[in-house]
């Protein structure tokens, strides 16, 4: 049964490996060392979290993109090692369309490759398509990002195509960002059991 997106109310996530809860303004030190000792974590990223008012910028911004219902920002904490790994989040969510995007995600350098994101991306797509009625869910990268390209292709996201010059970038420069989804029939005839195999 799909019910309604309901930014006040509190989803917390979570399988034997990953739990995801909402990411508060207060879980600034559990972020904090990333920021300060991984600066290249946002290399590719259209708003970068390094140093500790970056962080703190970043954290308040979602926060507040959740009070005013356009996104729906996650903590990361990793069950393996027992620490907090990094952050996602739902945006530009759009109730009468019944679409979201997934992003804003990032996590430290020691939690890549690890299997933690296809995890984390099951119980988000799992919300997403099983509880919350969306019909569409979309991914865009930094067309320069493998692997970030290569980890949406991973779980079944499917390329639609390049946004040329598409925003601007801390230096000046504009990148272009490639647009990946998926489907809700997709999801139910075949990625849901297809990822749930791999975990």
């Given at each position: 049964?799909?019910?309604?997106?309901?930014?006040?109310?509190?989803?917390?996530?979570?399988?034997?490996?990953?739990?995801?809860?909402?990411?508060?303004?207060?879980?600034?030190?559990?972020?904090?060392?990333?920021?300060?000792?991984?600066?290249?974590?946002?290399?590719?990223?259209?708003?970068?979290?390094?140093?500790?008012?970056?962080?703190?910028?970043?954290?308040?911004?979602?926060?507040?993109?959740?009070?005013?219902?356009?996104?729906?920002?996650?903590?990361?904490?990793?069950?393996?090692s027992g620490?907090?790994?990094?952050?996602?989040?739902?945006?530009?969510?759009?109730?009468?369309?019944?679409?979201?995007?997934?992003?804003?995600?990032?996590?430290?350098?020691?939690?890549?490759?690890?299997?933690?994101?296809?995890?984390?991306?099951?119980?988000?797509?799992?919300?997403?398509?099983?509880?919350?009625?969306?019909?569409?869910?979309?991914?865009?990268?930094?067309?320069?990002?493998?692997?970030?390209?290569?980890?949406?292709?991973?779980?079944?996201?499917?390329?639609?195509?390049?946004?040329?010059?598409?925003?601007?970038?801390?230096?000046?420069s504009r990148?272009?960002?490639?647009?990946?989804?998926?489907?809700?029939?997709?999801?139910?005839?075949?990625?849901?059991?297809?990822?749930?195999?791999?975990?």
């Amino acid at each position: 049964m799909s019910t309604a997106f309901h930014p006040e109310a509190t989803y917390v996530l979570e399988d034997d490996r990953v739990l995801l809860r909402p990411l508060q303004e207060t879980d600034l030190d559990h972020l904090l060392p990333f920021a300060i000792n991984e600066p290249d974590t946002w290399n590719y990223s259209l708003t970068s979290a390094a140093g500790e008012d970056g962080m703190r910028a970043y954290i308040k911004a979602a926060a507040n993109g959740r009070t005013t219902g356009r996104e729906y920002p996650f903590i990361i904490f990793d069950k393996a090692s027992g620490g907090y790994a990094g952050s996602t989040r739902f945006y530009d969510i759009q109730p009468a369309y019944q679409t979201l995007q997934l992003g804003y995600t990032w996590y430290g350098e020691k939690f890549r490759g690890t299997g933690l994101n296809k995890h984390y991306k099951f119980l988000l797509l799992q919300l997403a398509f099983d509880q919350l009625g969306i019909e569409r869910v979309e991914f865009r990268a930094d067309a320069r990002n493998e692997r970030s390209i290569a980890a949406m292709k991973s779980i079944g996201c499917t390329v639609e195509g390049v946004l040329r010059n598409h925003t601007p970038l801390a230096n000046g420069s504009r990148r272009d960002s490639i647009v990946l989804s998926i489907l809700k029939d997709e999801w139910e005839n075949k990625l849901r059991d297809s990822l749930k195999s791999r975990l």
